[in-house]
């Protein structure tokens, strides 16, 4: 695993450099990473149906899709959805053998205007949706909820902020310190910090769960909670 040295200068951006490195970032980025990424296949696997579709929104390097693929094989496809040019490089290598027997598709999309067609028993969107304008995050989940079957899942992780500024600064604060123990620089820390800016907006975990009831998701829980990062199951 290659080691994130990424300094950003200007807005953050998932190029080849963030690419390279990108397992070795969320490992040291995210708290409770493993845990996390355990969670999200675990409580996915139980909603997945045979001969439908798993869509991970957002899929960089295929990390999330991999274990589903690996444990139900060609009894579903598997559609990745990724922006990124090296990203969606650096997983179709990851899966060429089963894109070139058509169980895996990984399609360029960007979803503040288009959406892969797909009839989903479990949709994936893992530090996805935080990337896009809140504008277009009703719409997007709106389309992740038409997509899936009767009984089908989404698994929803996002960055969030604290229910009251004092809290999400301690939050905050707590947070950077986790990333000082994992090896990150203060340089490192703030220069992302900075690069993220505008890019990667959060939204309350309150917010968040609104959204998911707007778009008819009755049943919805929570299954992860590390200090300003959330995972919640919604089911249709």
Same mark, same amino acid.
């Given at each position: ?59 960089? &390097?295929?990390?999330? !899709?991999?274990?589903?693929? /690996?444990? +139900? ?5 598997? $559609?990745? *959805? #990724? ?53 277009? &995050?009703?719409?997007? !989940?709106?389309?992740?909820? /038409?997509? +899936? ?5 989404? $698994?929803? *992780? #996002? ?73 919640? *199951?919604?089911?249709?």
């Amino acid at each position: 695993m290659t080691k994130d040295q990424v300094m950003p200068d200007g807005s953050w951006e998932f190029d080849a450099d963030v690419t390279a490195v990108f397992d070795d970032m969320l490992a040291r980025s995210i708290p409770q990473y493993n845990v996390m990424r355990q969670a999200c296949f675990e409580i996915g696997a139980h909603f997945t149906q045979r001969a439908t579709d798993i869509v991970d929104l957002g899929c960089s &390097r295929g990390e999330a !899709l991999a274990p589903f693929i /690996e444990k +139900l094989g060609v009894n579903n496809r598997y $559609i990745g *959805v #990724e922006i990124s040019d090296p990203m969606l490089e650096a997983a179709r290598v990851r899966f060429e053998g089963y894109i070139n027997c058509g169980v895996v598709d990984i399609r360029k999309i960007d979803l503040r205007h288009d959406y892969p067609p797909a009839r989903a028993s479990l949709t994936l969107s893992v530090l996805t949706l935080q990337f896009t304008p809140i504008e277009y &995050r009703l719409q997007i !989940l709106s389309r992740i909820y /038409e997509s +899936l079957t009767e009984g089908g899942a989404l $698994i929803l *992780v #996002e960055k969030v902020l604290g229910a009251s500024a004092s809290l999400d600064e301690m939050m905050v604060a707590l947070y950077y310190d986790m990333k000082r123990a994992n090896g990150y620089t203060e340089d490192q820390i703030q220069r992302k910090r900075m690069s993220l800016e505008g890019v990667l907006v959060p939204m309350t975990a309150h917010w968040n769960e609104e959204m998911l009831q707007i778009t008819g998701f009755r049943q919805i829980d929570c299954f992860w909670r590390w200090l300003n990062f959330a995972g919640w *199951v919604a089911i249709k």
